[in-house]
């Protein structure tokens, strides 16, 4: 009787060793979440001039699919089970339209040509340079952009951005909210150059 | 001691031989035996000349007989001599009863000839002595080995024949003879004979090809390509293959012949030029007359036809008789060119024998009293060559018949001659009168025509040319513009929004999220290939770290 019984312990003690290693799942990201506040549906409204939203350029880092964590002001990190669940250029571009058509009075902003519209107003370009976060516990969004006007064949602005916000919780989903956070501030940015330059417009208009 | 009580002893000479001594008697009997086992089936020793022992090793070279081993040479000497070797050779006792007179040796070595190729495997295995057992009674040990191994194997069913030219003719050892394109037997040996100035060569014919040779057969040479250029034109001949490149000899039976009697061992036949000069040969008996030629007999060779009304009747015979001077005097007179020709009653269907030829000689001799001419003609324009042509004069009065030595002549028909001579100069005045001058200046202006005319149709065809052109590209552009709709009508159908290009898109998506899947695992199992069975379960995977001051 004593014999079974160390056996069974045995088997029991083996199965369960076989099933104590913590399970590892692939966690995907996105960053343009349907799921935000912000998230609301927008009107599109024809008589306002639509500008057409683009990444002109994305560093060939940005373009993996894996979710990237600068280890030093050298060394990036691809996380092995942190992924983007879909292109890292769409979700910008399509989390940035969502920010600047959030408050746009006088722009309407789109991000790719798939609807049908019979043409652009202006068209603003992004180069991003850096959308990672960082080392020193902060999430960082850098490059420049470009405002082009499409009626007069011009440039109307082009400004670089460097900005950061600090990191208050581990782990990546932290960092992906705080990566979401810039883009708003860069919308927020882009609308305030936008009004100076329609400012700085109507003033000409008027002298 | 008491000496009393010891018995006697009781002594009996031994009268058996001791059982022991049968062991040597028994080893004596042994070696008895084994001395004559060996001296039994030590078999013969022959000895064997050959001219060299080139190839030949004492105690390894084997004597053979149809790939057997029947024995072996033991000793390998010179010859009193010099000039020869003697090899001893051991021979089984199995294989004494080849050692008879008529048995042959030779020595098997690699041979390539226009016969084929032969021995090669003694490249190997070295040379060996071939013997070939005869079929006589009385026992030899000493042999006269061939040089070369003969032609025909022994006891070949066939028949051995011998044929004879005195010709330019040369065969050697295996050539062939063919018939109707078959080889059906070869040269074996060759002899000249000084008196006679004749070579003979001892042929082999294959059985059952021998049972075709008859006393009325004929040889003649096939030897390569043979071109012949006669009275009749251009005749081309060959036996078979082997014959366009070797030396050959044909036979046959004449046309008209009987097939004739069946023949022994060692006939012999002679070897004729070719076939026609074979197919004369079967008209044995002929009457011959003199043709008293006074033009050039150029062109008129030995054996050119004569015939009578398109029928050949006989040939001639001989183009250089000697000429016989009258009275040994200086003449003023030409000679006459006598040309010998026979007739041969059998070619007209007179019994080949002395009646017929006494028919054909009463029947010419009254023609030639009645006007019978000879006429040398051309046969043919490209060779030159001339033949006799006898015809009948009937405007000639009776006459009598000329003698030339022993020979009838037969008067040559002179007015044919002059004749031809009068057409031939009467051509060559017409030739002179033909306007030569005024015709190249006629010629000359046509030349000019044709020039212009030319160069009219050159102009025509470059204009011809760019017309081509024209079409051609015009059929190129339509069928470029019928390509590109087609290329059109295919961008259409991939283009985007389509459901081809958006199927295609779906299918890459679905590649590329598949890929992505697989990427972190196939990241795990290129850090670590084992993981996928022993998982420790840790993760040293870099995080983002939340800043120090911060607060959850």
Redesign the interface.
Same mark, same amino acid.
């Given at each position: 009787m004593k014999t079974l019984v160390c056996i069974t312990a045995l088997v029991i003690l083996m199965l369960t060793a076989c099933s104590?290693?913590?399970r590892?799942e692939?966690q995907y990201y996105l960053l343009d979440s349907p799921t935000l506040a912000s998230a609301e549906p927008i009107e599109v409204t024809k008589s306002k001039p639509t500008i057409l939203v683009t990444v002109a350029t994305l560093p060939e880092y940005l373009q993996q699919?894996?979710l990237l %964590?600068q280890?030093s002001d050298h060394q990036l990190?691809f996380?092995?089970?942190h992924?983007w669940a879909e292109p890292l250029q769409v979700g910008l571009v399509n989390s940035l339209v969502r920010e600047l058509n959030k408050d746009a009075d006088k722009n309407h902003y789109q991000a790719t040509t798939d609807i049908a519209t019979p043409s652009y107003d202006g068209e603003l370009k992004l180069v991003v340079t850096a959308f990672q976060?960082t080392h020193q516990?902060?999430?960082m969004f850098s490059g420049h952009y470009t405002l082009n006007s499409f009626q007069s064949n011009s440039v109307k602005k082009q400004q670089a951005f460097h900005l950061t916000v600090? %990191?208050?919780?581990?782990?990546?989903h932290?960092?992906v909210m705080q990566l979401r956070q810039l883009v708003q501030q860069l919308a927020a940015q882009i609308r305030r150059d936008l009004i100076a330059i329609a400012a700085q417009q109507s003033a000409a208009n008027t002298k | 001691m008491n000496n009393s009580s010891t018995p006697e002893a009781n002594v009996k000479p031994v009268k058996t031989v001791s059982p022991i001594w049968f062991v040597p008697l028994i080893a004596v009997f042994i070696g008895c035996w084994m001395l004559y086992y060996q001296l039994s089936t030590e078999g013969t020793e022959i000895k064997i000349h050959f001219a060299t022992a080139e190839g030949m090793e004492a105690g390894k070279t084997k004597i053979k007989s149809r790939n057997v081993d029947i024995g072996e040479v033991s000793k390998i000497e010179l010859n009193q001599t010099g000039n020869g070797v003697i090899v001893t050779a051991k021979i089984k006792a199995s294989a004494e009863q080849f050692l008879v007179a008529d048995s042959m040796f030779w020595v098997v070595a690699p041979q390539i000839s226009h016969t084929g190729v032969s021995g090669l495997s003694t490249l190997i295995s070295g040379v060996y002595i071939e013997i070939s057992p005869g079929k006589s009674q009385s026992e030899r040990l000493q042999f006269d080995a061939l040089n070369s191994p003969p032609v025909t194997p022994v006891d070949t069913p066939g028949l051995h024949i011998t044929l004879n030219s005195d010709d330019q003719f040369a065969y050697a050892k295996g050539d062939p003879i063919i018939y109707k394109g078959l080889t059906v037997g070869q040269f074996e040996d060759i002899y000249f004979n000084f008196d006679e100035r004749v070579v003979y060569y001892n042929v082999f014919i294959k059985a059952p090809y021998h049972q075709l040779l008859t006393s009325n057969t004929k040889f003649w040479d096939v030897s390569g390509i043979q071109f012949d250029l006669n009275a009749d034109g251009i005749s081309v001949k060959t036996g078979n293959f082997e014959t366009m490149l070797t030396n050959g000899v044909t036979f046959g039976i004449p046309d008209g012949m009987p097939v004739g009697e069946k023949i022994g061992e060692r006939s012999y036949f002679d070897i004729y030029k070719n076939q026609d000069a074979a197919d004369d040969e079967r008209y044995r008996r002929s009457i011959e007359f003199v043709v008293l030629v006074s033009d050039s007999i150029r062109g008129l060779s030995v054996g050119a036809p004569v015939e009578y009304r398109g029928v050949q009747i006989g040939q001639v015979s001989s183009t250089n008789m000697a000429l016989k001077i009258a009275d040994e005097n200086i003449t003023k007179n030409d000679f006459k060119i006598p040309v010998l020709i026979s007739l041969q009653p059998g070619r007209i269907g007179l019994p080949d024998n002395e009646q017929g030829q006494r028919i054909m000689a009463e029947q010419n001799m009254q023609w030639i009293k009645h006007g019978l001419n000879a006429v040398l003609r051309t046969g043919n324009l490209l060779t030159g060559s001339l033949y006799v042509d006898l015809q009948h004069n009937k405007d000639q009065a009776s006459r009598e018949t000329q003698q030339y030595g022993e020979y009838a002549v037969i008067p040559t028909s002179s007015d044919n001659f002059a004749q031809m001579t009068a057409k031939a100069e009467q051509f060559m005045d017409n030739l002179n009168n033909i306007p030569l001058h005024s015709l190249s200046n006629n010629a000359n202006h046509l030349m000019q025509e044709i020039g212009e005319s030319a160069q009219a149709i050159a102009k025509m065809s470059e204009s011809l040319e760019a017309l081509l052109s024209d079409v051609k590209q015009q059929q190129v552009s339509s069928e470029l513009s019928n390509t590109l709709q087609s290329i059109n009508l295919l961008t259409k159908d991939l283009s985007s929004g389509s459901q081809a290009y958006q199927d295609v898109r779906t299918t890459l998506k679905t590649l590329t999220a598949t890929m992505?899947?697989l990427?972190?695992l196939l990241?795990?199992l290129k850090h670590q290939p084992n993981s996928l069975i022993f998982?420790?379960?840790v993760?040293t995977?870099?995080?983002?770290?939340?800043?120090?001051g911060?607060?959850?």
């Open positions: 104590s290693t913590k590892i692939t699919t894996n %964590l280890l990190h996380a092995k089970f992924q976060p516990s902060q999430a600090p %990191l208050n919780a581990d782990g990546y932290h960092a | 992505n899947e990427k972190p990241k795990q998982n420790n379960g993760t995977e870099p995080e983002p770290s939340k800043h120090s911060a607060q959850q």
